[in-house]
C-alpha cells in the first residue's frame, strides 16, 4: 500500500478554511505516510494558504473562486504534470476522514473512479427534505447511466485511478454541483468503472457549510438542472488522453 499512497495525491479545495485546514492537513499526512497533499487555494480571502503551508501541504492559488469543480481540474493537471496515478478528493473542513481513503485506493484496483458513499450502511449521516429527495432521485437515474448501484451521487470523498485522472484532467466540469453529478455521466461515458464505498461523515472543524434548510429548494432546482446538462453534452470527445 504504501507504493500506492507514493502515486496518490490528495487534493483539498478550500475557500476560507482557515479554521480547519491545517489540522486536516496533518491528519492526512499522519495517516497516509507517503502520500503528497495539494491544498487549492479557491479565492479565500482568509489565511487558507498560510495555514495549509505551516501544516506541510504544498498550495496552489487560485486568483479568484472558481469552485470546487475548477479546484479540483488544476488538482488532476497537477498530478499528470508530476507523474501521480491517483487523485483523492477531501474535504478541508474535516468532514472526510483520511482512515477510509485506503479503501477507497483498494477499490481502484478494479476501478476507474470510486465514490465514499455517505448511504451505504457506514456512520448515521442524513439529509432531509428536499435536498434528500434530490439525492434519491439522481442516485436513481445516475445508477442507471453508470450501470451500478450509487446511493450518493453527490459525495465530495472520492478517489480517481489514471485512467480517470487523465480525463478529468481535460473535462472536468467547473459547473455547480458539476463536481459531483456531471464528473460521474462523464466518467461513465467515457468507459471508466465507477464504483463506491461505503464511508461515515464527521461533523465540520471550521468555516461555514454551503447548504442551510433555507437553500434546499435552490439545490433540488440547480441538481435537476446540473443533471439535464449533464445528460445532454455531447459525449463523444469525451476519451481520457494517452
Known sequence: MSSRLDQTL?????????????DVVREVLAALPGVRCLVVNDGSTDN???VARAAGATVAELPVNLGVGGAMRLGFKYALAHGLDNVVQIDSDGQHDP????ALLD????????IGARFAGEGDYDARGPRRWAMR??????????RTKLTDTTSGFKASGPRAVRLFASHYPAEYLGDTIEALVIAARAGCVVVQVPVAMRPRAGGVPSHNPFRAAAYLGRAFIALGFALVRPSAALQPKV
Open 10 to 22: 490528495i487534493v483539498m479545495p478550500a475557500f476560507n478554511e482557515e479554521e480547519a485546514v491545517g
Open 137 to 146: 432521485f439522481l442516485a436513481a437515474i445516475l445508477s442507471r447511466v453508470a
Open 99 to 102: 482512515a477510509n481513503v485506503l
Open 107 to 114: 477499490r481502484l484496483y478494479s476501478a476507474d473512479l470510486v
Open 48 to 50: 487558507t494558504t498560510e
